[in-house]
């Protein structure tokens, strides 16, 4: 039995004016590969992220998630999709804890009243999964999962990054 690919995109063309930054692109992305692009600078490696990612929309072709044609509007809807992006810049906030940074537009709210009508957030219930997660992916050098990033090596800011985005990419992530 043959693997289908988790994403395929065929034909993506992306022209911003006269320039054509991405022309008539193809590929496909099987489970559990890795897939790296590379080329030279401006040849559109960070076009096909973004439009992969929801962040520009192609001027033609298709992308296929899971065999079924997708056209994310936003990287919201790419992210609800199951598709994370790690980018260059992290994306971090420096003066919040490394916790709200893994969890910041996704917070655990406190069960019941608390949470439901005070938005009270569930602080341990955060923190634990931050830790478990820089864990799993074996970032033993954080000590303290409630202190600002702003503190962190560019390594360790960079594995808070690659946490974030491996704990709510349920498809794929992208760096």
């Known amino acids: ?10 034909g993506l063309v992306k022209r911003y004016g006269r320039v054509t930054a991405l022309n008539s692109c193809d590929f496909d ?28 929309i192609p001027d033609e072709g298709i992308i ?6 997708v056209l ?15 980018y260059q ?5 420096p003066a919040l804890s490394i916790a709200d940074n893994m969890f910041l537009g996704r917070e655990i709210r406190k069960p019941g009243f608390l949470g439901d009508w005070l938005r009270m957030l569930d602080r341990p219930a955060m923190e634990k999964r931050a830790r478990d997660k820089l864990t799993e992916l ?8 409630s202190q600002a990033v702003e503190t962190l090596s560019g390594g360790q800011r960079q594995g808070v990054a690659v946490a974030r985005a491996a704990a709510f990419g349920s498809k794929m992530v992208i760096m």
Not at 138 to 145: A, C, F
């Open 1 to 10: 039995m043959t693997q289908e690919p988790i994403l395929t995109a065929r």
């Open 138 to 145: 074996g970032l033993m050098t954080i000590q303290n999962i």
């Open 64 to 69: 296929e998630l899971d065999g079924k044609q």
């Open 89 to 93: 810049n992290l994306a971090l906030s």
């Open 29 to 56: 992305l099987y489970p559990g590969e890795i897939l790296a692009v590379i080329g030279d600078n401006g040849a559109g490696k960070s076009t096909l992220i973004k439009a992969i990612s929801g962040a520009v």
């Open 72 to 86: 994310f509007k936003s990287p919201i809807e790419a992210r609800e999709a199951g598709i994370e992006t790690v």
